[in-house]
């Protein structure tokens, strides 16, 4: 039975430029009030182009109907819940685009004199210090732009430190739970990856990383609680380890939504950290990005962040370009500020205890979605969850039915599908992530909508091979998209 | 808490089938001796009302009422209505990444559409779907080339943006990656072709030039393509002004387009969220890193989107990824998206013309420091007088002037960088002359 969604009318629409023809419009520019320049004249004719071949020519209530027909196709937030592990999909609070589009930030030009970009610089200072609170760190960036740009900051942050120290060592231990991006991220800051395999509960194996702990090793990249939404329980001993050894504890912050308010890296020993203003602090996916990164260290490390840093100096803000040992730049002017302004935006609305609050919901949810499903699903790691939980798909997988098939199927009952194959320690893994954000009944017609397939993998699995099967397309073929690329349109 | 939709009669409903009493045992895992144990040291919450009033305060302490002449990577362009209406849709801002095609069919198309107009624009045959902004698709781009020549060699143009620049240095400094940079003409403003030739040779993986460069001056492209084939190097142009492209004529010979899509209905926002992008030849897609949507067909044989050539990428190849990248700058190419679709083939040429005839309208009012052409930016000699101090009397005329190039250029000490939009209003661009005719 399916009761959160009927299917309803979507209307069909080509590309923009199958709609276009010769002479629509959508734009108009004011009158010139300077005399025309002829391109050709002060550019050199070889240097102007003719026309952009093939560029749309459409008017504007097209272009309305055409965006908005093609935004009807996509599930969101706003229309239910996201049950992505590891991505926490809370909601986007619209106060945060509201204040975010004011005149003032997001007109700021970001070379405008100092003098005059005192409340920006002021929300930048504001947020640091929120975020060094959350996190328990001494100082923050918010420079990255992204998860995977503040893992390399960080990585970077790691090595100048090291190689302050004396040696910058060659090895970053990565868990074989943790996301694609942290060996991506080793290697693009020169490191050689070494794996290291999680215990039979899915965590740190202490013997295992005190082997693996040599002179050689400069970090350990630890997600806690890990992408099995399990606590890290040895987490302290481990920076010990690490520590002793002279090398640095690195925690990706991905499921940071889980301890604030509640347990802060900065006292486990964790020494560099990134946040993901996207996840835990609420800032819309808006399809794929923006994202900011923000990351914070200990003091030790403090001296080595990007420029600029901002610094109070006679009651104004200002940016620090002097740092001699800072690693540079990791992108051009400070970050995707528009990003930071909902963050704070997130972070003033709901104050200190109101954050904690969030956290005990996320956890409540996750808690509840397993204690409802484990009857119904192979839960092969039993530890305790936080704010996500990880099932398998062996015990549909006898009748053929894999986790991308049953993915697919709850898109016919109304959801977005959970993580599917990740992490990769759990074979068929169904990796489910609530947020705080979600209503119990919304959570109960979640959890019913899987109850159901479970069922229908025992009595018609081809109905949940085939899925889905309500969606204005079918299966996409993902195969053949890869085999022979067409990434543009032809006429 | 009005962001949590739950009353505490269903959170102890809730706690029941979980078989716990108290929300803080379902956090017993954590050892005790690791918990915070008090609150965190912020403010109680705020109502909406205050949280708009706290923002407001801080947009007032701030740049409003000038007219501005800054650009140097961040243009002042207007943003057609159209960008808000259609990037404000629930259904575009607060979806997810597009890796579930079925139910993403509108983030894919309009990605798909994306990547066509950055191929049109550049003429290019594939563009990814968004970097960070434009500096970091500079070391993305450039390890691009090392990846594809095989070389690690890289030159770059001086008249490059600085920020680029130092970003480009930062990513290379563990890359493995040597970064070399030549001049520019002191003249002209344009890059030093004959400092290029003294500085490749056939371990060259790329030779990176912008255009319109730092100071504004077009490029010939033409030459250092040239230059960088006749080593086996390829050649990255750069672009930090994207309505130029409207206007210019992509170079035949440019290997990898990459830069950055602010002028696009992007609001300068104090440096971001920004969209950079990665364009290059057929041959060569496989080494973009990135995501990409492809077009393919769905079990009953319609027309569909996906993301495709995924083993590129993190999430499956892992340390052998060609970037670490994950999160882009989606919802920002979207505007940039929109904003084509609203200006179009004839409205960008438009558009572009407009800035070209507003920058040399004031340009023929002041002392130009080059001579190279340009497009709607250009370097103006302050004479004796520092910049700084220019600058500083014209904000009394609520005029924030030009970007003073000493703090990037030594050599460049009594010079500022000045930009004009189509934003640019004639007497306000009057005064500014005559400020630094003085």
Excluded at chain 1, 80 to 109: D, Q
Excluded at chain 1, 211 to 217: K, L
Excluded at chain 1, 325 to 341: C, D, T
Excluded at chain 1, 404 to 428: E, N
Aim: charged letters at 20%.
């Amino acid at each position: 039975m399916i009761r959160k969604v009927s299917p309803h009318i979507t209307q069909n629409e080509p590309l923009l430029f199958e709609v276009s023809s010769p002479g629509k419009r959508a734009y108009q520019l004011p009158a010139l009030d300077v005399p025309a320049v002829d391109p050709a004249g002060v550019l050199g004719a070889a240097n102007v182009r003719d026309e952009i071949p093939g560029f749309p020519e459409v008017s504007e209530v097209e272009l309305v109907r055409h965006f908005s027909r093609l935004s009807t196709w996509n599930y969101s937030i706003d229309l239910g819940m996201y049950p992505l592990g590891s991505c926490t999909m809370k909601y986007n609070p619209r106060i945060n685009e509201r204040v975010a589009g004011f005149e003032g930030l997001a007109w700021a030009h970001p070379y405008q004199p100092e003098a005059l970009s005192q409340g920006a610089m002021e929300i930048m200072a504001r947020l640091e210090a929120a975020l060094a609170e959350i996190t328990g760190m001494d100082a923050v960036t918010l420079q990255p732009a992204a998860g995977a740009h503040g893992e390399l900051t960080g990585i970077l942050l790691v090595r100048a430190a090291l190689t302050a120290r004396g040696n910058p060592r060659k090895r970053i231990l990565v868990p074989d739970s943790a996301h694609g991006t942290n060996p991506a991220t080793s290697a693009m800051a020169g490191y050689v990856v070494e794996s290291i395999k999680s215990n039979e509960r899915g965590v740190i194996d202490l013997d295992v990383l005190s082997r693996a702990v040599t002179e050689d090793v400069a970090a350990l990249m630890v997600t806690n609680p890990n992408t099995l939404g399990v606590f890290e329980e040895n987490i302290a001993r481990a920076a010990a380890i690490l520590h002793e050894k002279g090398a640095l504890m690195y925690m990706d912050g991905a499921n940071m939504n889980a301890l604030v308010g509640v347990a802060r890296p900065g006292d486990f020993g964790v020494d560099v950290m990134h946040l993901n203003l996207h996840k835990t602090f609420s800032t819309p996916h808006g399809g794929g990005g923006p994202g900011s990164g923000p990351v914070a260290v200990k003091k030790e490390i403090e001296p080595f962040l990007p420029v600029p840093r901002l610094r109070a100096e006679a009651g104004q803000w200002r940016f620090d370009f002097a740092r001699p040992q800072s690693i540079g730049r990791v992108r051009a002017f400070y970050g995707n500020f528009g990003v930071m302004v909902r963050a704070l935006a997130y972070i003033l609305a709901y104050g200190g205890d109101g954050l904690a609050k969030a956290t005990m919901d996320a956890v409540l949810n996750a808690n509840y979605v397993r204690a409802r499903l484990e009857a119904h699903y192979d839960l092969p790691h039993d530890a305790p969850t936080l704010h996500e939980c990880v099932f398998s798909d062996s015990r549909q997988a006898a009748r053929g039915v894999k986790t991308g098939d049953i993915a697919k199927r709850l898109i016919d009952y109304g959801f977005h599908p959970y993580t599917v194959s990740f992490p990769l320690i759990v074979h068929g893994a169904m990796m489910i992530e609530p947020t705080e954000s979600e209503s119990k009944r919304e959570l109960d017609l979640f959890i019913d909508a899987l109850i159901s397939i479970a069922a229908e993998v025992e009595e018609n699995p081809e109905q949940v091979l085939t899925a889905p099967h309500s969606t204005r397309i079918g299966r996409v073929d993902e195969v053949a998209a890869a085999r022979k690329p067409v990434l543009r349109w032809h006429p | 808490m009005r962001y949590l939709p739950k009353s505490d009669a269903e959170r102890r409903e809730m706690l029941n089938v979980c078989g716990v009493q108290r929300m803080e045992d379902l956090f017993a895992s954590i050892p005790s001796e690791l918990r915070l144990g008090r609150s965190l040291n912020l403010p109680p919450g705020l109502s909406e009302y205050e949280i708009a009033g706290y923002f407001k305060d801080r947009a007032a302490d701030a740049a409003v009422g000038y007219a501005c002449f800054l650009g140097a990577g961040s243009y002042l362009h207007y943003r057609p209505v159209m960008v808000d209406t259609i990037v404000s849709r629930g259904e575009f801002l607060t979806s997810y990444t597009p890796y579930q095609a079925e139910i993403s069919q509108g983030t894919l198309t309009s990605i798909f559409e994306f990547q066509t107009m950055l191929c049109q624009l550049t003429g290019m045959d594939a563009a990814n779907a968004s970097m960070y902004d434009g500096s970091t698709s500079v070391p993305e781009a450039a390890m691009m080339a090392s990846r594809i020549t095989g070389r690690s060699h890289v030159v770059v143009s001086r008249a490059m943006h600085p920020e680029y620049r130092q970003v480009l240095a930062t990513y290379a400094a563990n890359q493995k990656l040597a970064i070399e940079e030549f001049g520019y003409d002191p003249e002209t403003g344009a890059s030093a072709p004959e400092d290029l030739a003294r500085k490749l040779d056939s371990s060259t993986a790329a030779v990176i030039v912008q255009s319109p460069n730092f100071f504004g001056v077009v490029e010939d492209l033409n030459q250092y393509a040239e230059l960088a084939h006749s080593k086996g190097a390829l050649l990255i142009h750069i672009f930090t002004e994207a309505v130029s492209l409207g206007l210019l004529q992509p170079c035949a010979g440019t290997d990898i387009a990459a830069g950055e899509l602010q002028s696009f209905a992007i609001s300068p926002s104090f440096g971001g969220p920004y969209a950079g992008v990665i364009a290059t030849r057929e041959r060569y897609v496989r080494q973009l890193p990135g995501r990409l949507a492809g077009e393919t067909k769905d079990s009953r044989g319609n027309r569909a989107y996906c993301l495709t050539l995924a083993t590129r990428e993190q999430h499956i190849r892992r340390e052998k990824a060609t970037s670490n990248i994950c999160t882009n700058q989606a919802l920002v190419a979207l505007m940039a998206t929109v904003f084509m679709a609203v200006y179009g083939k004839q409205g960008l040429r438009e558009l572009a013309g407009q800035n070209l005839a507003k920058a040399h309208y004031l340009a023929g009012r002041v002392k130009r420091r080059f001579s190279g052409p340009f497009f709607n930016e250009f370097v103006v000699r302050t004479g004796a007088r520092p910049p700084e101090e220019v600058n500083q009397a014209l904000l009394d005329r609520k005029i924030i002037g030009g970007l003073p190039l000493g703090r990037f250029y030594p050599e460049l000490g009594n010079s500022m960088l000045v930009c004009a939009t189509e934003m640019s209003r004639r007497e306000d661009m009057d005064i500014l002359a005559e400020a630094l005719a003085q």
